[in-house]
């Protein structure tokens, strides 16, 4: 979305704000966030809408987990997207090969596969592009694909996978073979069933002070970034439509989605953030620097509407992104194959 048109629609919403009432009426406010938001589905109702096999999704989870298709064999998608801790490292920046710190946070691998494109600046179309991007990185996992190829066809074990779950492919051990699989394995990533879900589904599952923050979040305008079944994710919008964050929120050297378009008109314009699972993802922001999800808010607030939400506002939108926490993904870490005397060694 264009930078004026993204900053007239949210300072519109926010113009037309009613007088915020102590207690929003449920059924309005039921329906219209309904025709806003969409419910995380279940995970095999998505697997078998996108043709995943079993197969595939069990070498994806390998392959997640595995450290060797890094080039020091240290770094796995886990390291920096760990399932365990809300789908993302819970640190500033993420640390790749040879402990360099890499230039943004890292998003949160869960319910990524309904956001319109992959990364902060949008540079994947889909997940399977993403995967391909952090192996081959100089500063996360540092491989190249003959690099992950000659690893895999070293192992026995992966052979005879790829095999299976490529069946009928003149070379199923491929580079692109492994980011497929390992997209139909971060497919099943989702969280479904949040406390936001269940009240789109009729339940009376939000408080008082929840509602209040939902009904905030709707009538200031933070839907015109952070809607859709992710709650965000949707499109791209300039960090600062009102008022530009410091350089200490907003680095001056990373220009975001300018770097893949070359458009003057992008700099500074990153993919909206989803919200769901926020509360468990600090920090926040693309450079990491914000740790307090109040005080994420709070710079919402004054950089993308213009206004400078009080601490009662604050509190109640922030209780509201606290119900958009769903029912975590339970993986078990998977046994894998030992290397052999054909396997590329590790190397710093």
């Given amino acids: ?11 519109a919403l926010a113009l037309a704000t009613p007088a915020f009432a102590a ?17 995380i589905p279940e995970m095999q109702v998505l697997v078998e809408k996108k043709g995943f096999t079993p197969d595939q999704i069990e070498l994806g989870k390998w392959l997640f987990f595995e450290p060797r298709l890094s080039k020091s064999h240290i770094i796995s998608c886990n390291t920096c997207h760990s399932v365990g801790t809300g789908g993302s490292d819970n640190i500033p920046t993420s640390i790749g090969h040879g402990w360099q710190s890499g230039p943004r946070n890292s998003p949160t ?22 995967a391909k991007g952090p192996v081959q990185a100089s500063v996360e996992m540092n491989a190249t694909p003959q690099h992950v190829e000659d690893t895999l066809r070293s192992i026995p074990e992966y052979v005879e996978f790829f095999a299976k779950a490529f069946p009928g492919k003149k070379d199923p051990v491929s580079f692109d073979n492994m980011a497929a699989a390992i997209e139909a394995f971060e497919t099943t990533l989702v969280t479904p069933n949040s406390r936001f879900d269940q009240y789109l589904a009729g339940k009376d599952t939000l408080n008082g002070q929840e509602l209040k923050g939902l009904s905030l979040f709707i009538n200031k305008g933070c839907v015109a970034c952070h809607s859709g079944i992710n709650v965000g994710g949707q499109g791209y ?112």
């Fill in 1 to 11: 979305m264009h930078k004026s048109l993204t900053a007239a629609l949210c300072t």
């Fill in 109 to 130: 691998v869960l319910n990524a596969v309904f956001n319109i494109a992959q990364f902060w600046d949008g540079r994947a179309a889909d997940l399977k592009e993403q």
């Fill in 237 to 348: 919008f300039p960090f600062g439509v009102i008022k530009r964050p410091g350089a200490e929120i907003l680095p001056p050297n990373d220009k975001g989605r300018f770097t893949v378009t070359n458009t003057a008109s992008d700099e500074y314009v990153f993919r909206a953030g989803p919200l769901r699972n926020i509360a468990l993802t600090a920090p926040y922001f693309h450079s990491g620097e914000v740790w307090d999800l109040e005080q994420a808010v709070a710079i919402m607030g004054s950089s993308q509407l213009g206004h400078e939400l009080n601490s009662e506002e604050v509190k109640a939108i922030t209780q509201f992104l606290h119900t958009l926490t769903g029912e975590q993904p339970r993986v078990e870490y998977p046994i894998l194959p030992r290397s052999t005397a054909a396997t590329p060694k590790p190397a710093q």
């Fill in 23 to 39: 207690e929003p009426d449920s059924a309005e406010l039921r329906a219209t966030a309904a025709r806003l938001f969409q419910p």
